[in-house]
């Protein structure tokens, strides 16, 4: 059976064009490695590719585990039994990868002669909890984000339902929701005033890739997924109109800052306290229209978005830090005319996915079955 096939049913197309072209927005941020540096338009495009592929995956992931945890907390009581259910599902789907990768990544780092500072973090998501991201296995740092909202957010619907019996489980679900989204909101606020980032090289090492500051995008998701499931007809009525909301969103962000000359110079308050949050809820309002875009009929366009989507997590991992990193230590790209650069790309992207799809089959996949064993 091939690798579509076993995942085709119950897959949403819409779901899975967005995680795709996340991971490709993020594949595409570190193909800049390759070529000169360059200040060009295509240059600053992709590298703004890295940033909005990894907040779709925020989005997206707070979409999908809010559902999980929301079914799952409305159909029993909750218990402790309950969070750990739902954190062996979760684990065995992310976990076996990353350690995986990170061995390999540390047996990479003493190949190339590289000295990996405080590595016992990587180990339990410390890299960048509350402080700017260690440099080693830089594209992990996502990755702490979102394993702190799998772990803290059951854990916290459990304890606050021991304290205080829920009259309206639907409802105090919304409250928690909120309530991390508002706390981790204020977080920012509190960098801002405190340790003020003094430049942009500084907001995205010491504010967007430091979980203490980024967990209310994941959560922002979740939100989304309780309005999904309490308000259907709203939901389905208003994709269209969000998805417009969205687009208008993303075209201040992305363009109307730069023609309003929002500056991070001259708004840093902006830049640290609502530029992220307003990037979060841009994807968000997309959830409605590709959640309801359940399938697309035409194979040709499917079958390479699904591909790239079920190998996504595989890639997200293998792309730079292994692939990258290697073939940059043994054949370097300086010197290479243009057409070379660009056939070493076409190999790199090869190999990418070739590993990928080898590590999802033989590994990714065989691990996460175990978790219904």
């Keep these: 059976m091939s690798l579509l096939h076993l995942h085709s049913e119950k897959r949403i197309f819409g779901l899975d064009l967005m995680r795709a072209v996340a991971i490709l927005m993020v594949l595409s941020s570190h193909l800049l ?65 990353y350690y995986l990768v990170l061995l390999i990544t540390i047996l990479i780092s003493f190949i190339v002669g590289y000295s990996i500072q405080e590595g016992w973090k990587y180990f339990f998501f410390l890299q960048n909890f509350a402080s700017p991201m260690l440099p080693f296995f830089t594209e992990s740092w996502s990755l702490s984000v979102e394993e702190f909202a799998y772990l803290l957010f059951p854990i916290a619907l459990f304890l606050k339902t021991r304290l205080v019996k829920p009259i309206n489980k639907s409802r105090f679900f919304l409250y928690v929701v909120i309530g991390f989204i508002f706390f981790f909101f204020f977080t920012k606020v509190w960098y801002a005033f405190t340790t003020p980032p003094s430049d942009i090289n500084q907001w995205n090492l010491g504010l967007k890739a430091v979980v203490i500051y980024r967990l209310d995008a994941i959560f922002l998701g979740v939100l989304f997924s309780w309005i999904s499931l309490n308000f259907t007809a709203f939901w389905k009525k208003g994709k269209f109109v969000m998805a417009v909301l969205g687009l208008f969103l993303f075209g201040f962000l992305f363009a109307g800052v730069g023609y309003f000359q929002l500056t991070f110079a001259s708004f840093p308050l902006f830049w640290a306290i609502f530029y992220l949050p307003l990037t979060s809820l841009t994807f968000a309002l997309f959830l409605p229209f590709l959640a309801e875009w359940k399938t697309v009929h035409f194979a040709i366009i499917r079958k390479p978005i699904v591909f790239i989507s079920v190998i996504s997590y595989s890639v997200y991992l293998l792309h730079y830090g292994v692939v990258l990193q290697l073939m940059k230590h043994y054949f370097n790209t300086e010197g290479l005319s243009l057409h070379q650069l660009h056939f070493y790309t076409f190999i790199y992207l090869i190999i990418t996915f070739f590993l990928s799809t080898l590590l999802y089959k033989f590994y990714e996949k065989p691990m996460t079955d175990l978790r219904d064993k």
């Design 33 to 97: 490695w390759i070529y000169p540096p360059d200040n060009g338009i295509i240059s600053q495009v992709f590298q703004l590719f890295g940033y909005l592929g990894v907040e779709i995956f925020f989005v997206l992931s707070g979409f999908l585990i809010g559902r999980i945890v929301y079914r799952l907390y409305l159909q029993d009581d909750f218990t402790i039994s309950s969070v750990l259910y739902f954190l062996k599902r979760r684990w065995f789907r992310t976990l076996p990868n």
